[in-house]
């Protein structure tokens, strides 16, 4: 867990500021809840982009979503920009002999001026089909950095 924490330090010490949003932007950060451990977010557009990560809640989880973004649904505040986001994805994890779930997530971002960073909150259930049929919950707090490495899509 250091040696995360200090690549993701150096990482950001050496990376330039962007338009966090902007299509083809790779963001990169920590997420503490359930489950806690690392993120990464790829921005298609304005209101598409992909989640995934990896963490430890009761055991070792993997997860990725795709997120529709809304920006106007609340109001931002003096500075920075306010979005929130629907999502759903996979979600496997190493507990009861293997566990596959699908997640769906609410969540809301905060993105302060001048900086390539995003705040989050977000939380939904997660619907577990294997080993057996129930319920459970994600959700956390975090940030990601983003950088100026552009993985524009195909077009």
């Known amino acids: 867990m250091k040696n995360m924490i200090l690549t993701l330090a150096v990482l950001a010490a050496t990376a330039v500021p962007a338009r966090a949003q902007q299509a083809g932007l790779v963001g990169a950060g920590i997420i503490a809840g359930s489950p806690f451990g690392a993120t990464a977010k790829y921005w298609w557009d304005d209101h598409l982009a992909f ?25 931002s505040p003096g500075t920075g920009r306010v979005n929130t986001y629907l999502g759903a994805g996979p979600r496997v994890a190493t507990d009861d002999g293997g566990q596959f779930a ?7 971002g905060y993105w302060p001026t001048g900086g390539p960073l995003e705040l989050f909150v977000e939380f939904g259930p997660t619907f577990k089909i294997t080993p057996d049929n129930k319920v459970g919950i994600d959700g956390g707090i975090g940030m990601r950095y983003y950088f100026t490495l552009n993985v524009s899509p195909a077009k």
């Open 51 to 75: 989640d995934g990560g990896i963490g430890y809640g009761n055991a070792a989880v993997f997860y990725a979503d795709a997120l529709f973004n809304n920006w106007t649904l609340l109001r």
């Open 102 to 108: 699908i997640r769906a997530l609410a969540g809301a």
